[in-house]
């Protein structure tokens, strides 16, 4: 990337972290980091924090330092961290032992910056180190610009004023609104910004929509970020030209005195149809080792970082009637199942992280109580970020004793599990309930392009495509109702696809169980 950069002549803000937000698992952080010791705080100088930030450092850094605009490379800039202001702790040694590191293997030259809000509390954390270059994100506005940089004046006096992150949209979570910022707003606030003073210099976030594939995207509450990362940015998630490109194209070089260059066309997009898609197998037909254990464990402990896993408790005596299930701790969902005598699986409900009381009557002669629980990100920005372990995080409660000597499989690839034999199919069609149910179809193309999957006859879940996880679906909520598919991940002939069902069919005729291939997004 830096290589590509430098050779179109465009100057690169490496943001090196090693938090670095932007709506990711973690905030880009590894989660394996919750499995190490729970008593560890992230994002502080926690000494066993810092040995891992301190080892990759040591390989980062050295990296990048031939790239570094006085070695004739395109970075100009280093941020460190990322809005530290806004995170409670304050750790000033933290931010003092970040920037000593970057000095050591970077050198003394590269300008080492943070960002922050435009409040004075927050750059008093966030920036407490003299030695680092203070700038502030905000996004549109006219009427407080100069309180604005009154406040960043105050603190950081005679240096250029900087919006690191000027917010030309804005990012959507599962249940939310769609975001859209008027162009024309985006576009005039930016002009009056950069018109205020000689001093002002801006930073777009985001210019370029994206997408958090697989399980990527960041966690938060009370909902999580969606697959697309559109940001309803000046180019799309797709790689498309909007109207407001168009205009901060034509502010920016009339503001230049120049000729823009001529625009390339959009990237192709292809509608590929209807899909048809066929039963498959079960998540809880996952074959992978065992782990025992009188209490439930968390799902890092197993080193299962995202997505699912089973835990599944005996009851000693068939039980009949109703059950009462109470959780001391749970995230974030928690898909509730029992078994019977004879192998059927009955779904019972499902409780998110919030809710930690599940009831559920017309018990018959269970013998087991199975729990998949969901991962649906680990939180990316916030205090609670060290305290976001994953599962059952508690002791569980049936009718009021302790549910004792508990099986644990993490599901390491959902896409992959079980067979499609034909006597699997009716065991799954008789015994299965619809939620973790695994379908698959396949269709044939003859010519490559982007394009955009719906899963019209599914609720919520994940999808895959020749082996590539798309991302999450959610339907029933939106606001994202179709996912991004790049032609990188297509291939000429057949083509397969796998889709994860987590909650119920929106059609329910399992003869018509489809997805179809558009040629454009679809929003809520």
Same mark, same amino acid.
């Given at each position: 990337?830096? +290589?590509?950069?430098?050779?179109?002549?465009?100057?690169?803000?490496?943001?090196?972290?090693?938090?670095?937000?932007?709506?990711?698992?973690?905030?880009?952080?590894?989660?394996?980091?919750?499995?190490?010791?729970?008593?560890?705080?992230?994002? /502080?100088?926690?000494?066993?924090?810092?040995?891992?930030?301190?080892?990759?450092?040591?390989?980062?850094?050295?990296?990048?330092?031939?790239?570094?605009?006085?070695?004739?490379?395109?970075?100009?800039?280093? +941020?460190?961290? =990322?809005?530290?202001?806004?995170?409670?702790?304050?750790?000033?040694?933290?931010?003092?032992?970040?920037?000593?590191?970057?000095?050591?293997?970077?050198?003394?030259?590269?300008?080492?910056?943070?960002?922050?809000?435009?409040?004075?509390?927050?750059?008093?954390?966030?920036?407490?180190?003299?030695?680092?270059?203070? &700038? *502030?994100?905000?996004?549109?506005?006219?009427?407080?610009?100069?309180?604005?940089?009154?406040?960043?004046?105050?603190? $950081?006096?005679? +240096?250029?004023?900087? =919006? /690191?992150?000027?917010?030309?949209?804005?990012?959507?979570?599962?249940?939310?609104?769609?975001?859209?910022?008027?162009?024309?707003?985006?576009? =005039?606030?930016?002009?009056?910004?950069? +018109?205020?003073?000689?001093?002002?210099?801006?930073?777009?976030?985001?210019?370029?929509?994206?997408?958090?594939?697989?399980?990527?995207?960041?966690?938060?509450?009370?909902?999580?970020?969606?697959?697309?990362?559109?940001?309803?940015?000046?180019?799309?998630?797709?790689?498309?030209?909007?109207? %407001?490109?168009?205009?901060?194209?034509?502010?920016?070089?009339?503001? %230049?005195?120049?000729?823009?260059?001529?625009?390339?066309?959009?990237?192709? @997009?292809?509608?590929?149809?209807?899909?048809?898609?066929?039963?498959?197998?079960?998540?809880?037909?996952?074959?992978?080792?065992?782990?025992?254990?009188?209490?439930?464990?968390?799902?890092? /402990?197993?080193?299962?970082?995202?997505?699912?896993?089973?835990?599944?408790?005996?009851?000693?005596?068939?039980? =009949?009637?109703?059950?009462?299930?109470?959780?001391?701790?749970?995230?974030?969902?928690?898909?509730?199942? &029992?078994?019977?005598?004879?192998?059927?699986?009955?779904?019972?409900?499902?409780?998110?992280?919030?809710?930690?009381?599940?009831?559920?009557?017309?018990?018959?002669?269970?013998?087991?109580?199975?729990? *998949?629980?969901?991962?649906?990100?680990?939180?990316?920005?916030?205090?609670?970020?060290?305290?976001?372990?994953?599962?059952?995080?508690?002791?569980?409660?049936?009718?009021? %004793?302790?549910?004792?000597?508990?099986?644990?499989?993490?599901?390491?690839?959902?896409?992959?599990?079980?067979?499609?034999? %034909?006597?699997?199919?009716?065991?799954?069609?008789?015994?299965?309930?619809?939620?973790?149910?695994?379908?698959?179809?396949?269709?044939?193309?003859?010519?490559?392009?982007? &394009?955009?999957?719906?899963?019209?006859?599914?609720?919520?879940?994940?999808?895959?495509?020749?082996?590539?996880?798309?991302? $999450?679906?959610?339907?029933?909520?939106?606001?994202?109702?179709?996912?991004?598919?790049? @032609?990188?991940?297509?291939?000429?002939?057949?083509?397969?696809?796998?889709?994860?069902?987590?909650?119920?069919?929106?059609?329910?005729?399992?003869?018509?169980?489809?997805?179809?291939?558009?040629?454009?997004?679809?929003?809520?």
């Amino acid at each position: 990337f830096l +290589q590509v950069a430098g050779s179109l002549d465009l100057l690169v803000i490496a943001r090196v972290g090693p938090y670095i937000c932007a709506e990711w698992d973690f905030g880009g952080l590894p989660a394996w980091l919750l499995r190490i010791n729970p008593l560890m705080k992230v994002r /502080s100088s926690h000494p066993e924090y810092m040995k891992f930030v301190t080892k990759w450092f040591n390989v980062l850094l050295p990296c990048i330092k031939p790239y570094l605009y006085e070695n004739g490379g395109p970075i100009i800039m280093v +941020q460190l961290e =990322n809005e530290y202001g806004s995170y409670t702790p304050c750790d000033k040694i933290y931010l003092k032992e970040l920037y000593n590191l970057a000095r050591l293997h970077l050198g003394d030259k590269i300008l080492i910056f943070t960002t922050d809000g435009p409040v004075l509390g927050m750059l008093k954390c966030g920036s407490s180190d003299v030695r680092y270059f203070t &700038t *502030i994100d905000f996004g549109p506005t006219t009427a407080t610009v100069p309180k604005i940089f009154e406040v960043l004046e105050n603190f $950081r006096p005679n +240096q250029p004023w900087v =919006n /690191s992150e000027y917010y030309v949209g804005w990012l959507d979570v599962w249940g939310g609104i769609h975001h859209v910022t008027s162009p024309e707003w985006v576009v =005039n606030a930016l002009n009056h910004l950069i +018109q205020y003073s000689k001093r002002v210099n801006v930073n777009m976030y985001m210019f370029h929509g994206g997408t958090n594939f697989g399980f990527w995207n960041g966690g938060a509450r009370p909902e999580s970020s969606i697959t697309s990362y559109d940001y309803d940015a000046p180019i799309s998630e797709a790689g498309d030209i909007t109207r %407001k490109y168009m205009l901060l194209r034509d502010l920016l070089f009339e503001r %230049k005195g120049i000729e823009p260059p001529e625009l390339p066309k959009n990237i192709t @997009k292809i509608s590929y149809g209807r899909v048809k898609m066929k039963l498959k197998s079960h998540l809880l037909k996952t074959e992978a080792p065992v782990t025992y254990s009188p209490s439930p464990l968390i799902m890092e /402990s197993l080193r299962q970082y995202n997505g699912y896993m089973i835990y599944s408790v005996p009851v000693k005596v068939p039980l =009949n009637g109703s059950i009462f299930l109470e959780f001391f701790g749970i995230s974030d969902i928690a898909h509730i199942f &029992t078994g019977d005598q004879s192998g059927h699986y009955t779904f019972h409900g499902s409780l998110r992280y919030a809710n930690k009381i599940f009831q559920s009557n017309n018990i018959h002669n269970i013998v087991n109580i199975t729990i *998949i629980t969901e991962n649906t990100g680990h939180i990316n920005y916030g205090y609670g970020m060290y305290l976001d372990n994953k599962g059952i995080t508690g002791p569980v409660m049936l009718n009021g %004793k302790e549910l004792r000597d508990w099986r644990m499989i993490p599901i390491k690839d959902p896409f992959t599990i079980g067979s499609t034999r %034909k006597t699997d199919i009716v065991s799954l069609e008789n015994m299965w309930p619809v939620p973790g149910r695994i379908y698959y179809g396949t269709f044939v193309i003859w010519m490559l392009a982007d &394009t955009f999957i719906h899963p019209d006859s599914f609720a919520r879940g994940i999808i895959s495509v020749n082996g590539h996880h798309i991302g $999450r679906f959610d339907q029933t909520r939106g606001p994202q109702l179709r996912l991004y598919v790049p @032609k990188t991940f297509l291939k000429l002939g057949e083509n397969q696809i796998t889709v994860v069902e987590l909650q119920g069919f929106i059609k329910d005729n399992p003869n018509q169980v489809h997805v179809t291939f558009h040629d454009e997004m679809l929003w809520k």
